[in-house]
């Protein structure tokens, strides 16, 4: 006869085994989960940083439209003070409307706390109407940079690092620097 049946009671505690079961089975849980919520966190900052930059690209064509097509001049480095030319934020902070945008949710280098911007402006653009000559015939719009990231910040560890861009067609797009730096120059 079941001992249950006898005292009218049913069992009412877990064994120290089977606690230290479930215990092992909610760590392997979160240990197979923990690096999906890491990607997807990461992810999501890389897209947020994309937007951002398709947002200040949105500003730039405003801008531009409002002043005869020109590309602003700006500071290349501001804290570096290297000229009198005002930050890419300061030129384009009313047409770009929300100042968060000029912040990269992976900016851990303080990017925007000293420059304004966690993003870079292609300083050559400066003072352009409409690109001319050689660079842009080779390169094309699709493959000049406008707007991107100061460092390589959107890769998990361990994988090469890259950066998100947006490009002078309006197209946003990760790559590594250096990459786009040869593209650039091997006009």
Same mark, same amino acid.
């Given at each position: 006869?079941d001992?249950?049946?006898?005292?009218?009671?049913?069992?009412?505690?877990?064994?120290?085994?089977?606690?230290?079961?479930?215990?092992?089975?909610?760590?392997?849980l979160?240990?197979? $989960?923990?690096?999906?919520?890491?990607?997807?966190?990461?992810?999501?900052?890389?897209?947020?940083?994309? %937007? %951002?930059?398709?947002?200040?690209?949105?500003?730039?064509?405003?801008?531009?439209n409002?002043?005869d097509?020109?590309?602003p001049?700006a500071?290349?480095?501001?804290?570096?003070?290297?000229?009198n030319?005002?930050?890419?934020?300061?030129?384009?902070?009313?047409?770009?409307? %929300?100042?968060k945008?000029?912040?990269?949710?992976?900016?851990?280098?303080?990017y925007?706390?000293s420059?304004?911007?966690?993003?870079?402006?292609?300083?050559?653009l400066?003072? +352009?109407?409409?690109?001319?000559?050689?660079?842009?015939? $080779?390169?094309?719009?699709?493959?000049?940079?406008?707007?991107?990231?100061? +460092?390589?910040?959107?890769?998990?560890?361990g994988k090469?690092?890259?950066?998100?861009?947006?490009?002078?067609?309006?197209?946003?797009?990760?790559?590594r620097?250096?990459?786009?730096?040869?593209?650039?120059e091997?006009?």
């Amino acid at each position: 006869m079941d001992r249950s049946s006898i005292t009218g009671r049913g069992r009412t505690a877990f064994t120290l085994v089977e606690l230290l079961v479930v215990v092992v089975i909610i760590g392997v849980l979160a240990g197979l $989960i923990m690096p999906a919520v890491v990607w997807v966190r990461r992810s999501a900052r890389s897209t947020e940083c994309k %937007n %951002n930059l398709h947002q200040l690209y949105i500003a730039l064509e405003v801008y531009r439209n409002a002043g005869d097509g020109y590309y602003p001049y700006a500071a290349l480095l501001p804290s570096a003070k290297l000229n009198n030319l005002p930050r890419i934020r300061d030129v384009l902070e009313k047409d770009a409307g %929300n100042p968060k945008v000029f912040k990269c949710p992976a900016d851990t280098k303080g990017y925007y706390d000293s420059e304004g911007s966690s993003y870079e402006y292609n300083t050559r653009l400066g003072g +352009e109407r409409v690109l001319r000559g050689r660079f842009a015939e $080779i390169l094309g719009t699709t493959r000049i940079p406008v707007f991107y990231d100061y +460092e390589d910040v959107h890769a998990p560890k361990g994988k090469p690092t890259s950066r998100n861009f947006v490009y002078l067609d309006g197209h946003v797009g990760s790559s590594r620097y250096a990459e786009v730096v040869e593209e650039e120059e091997g006009e």
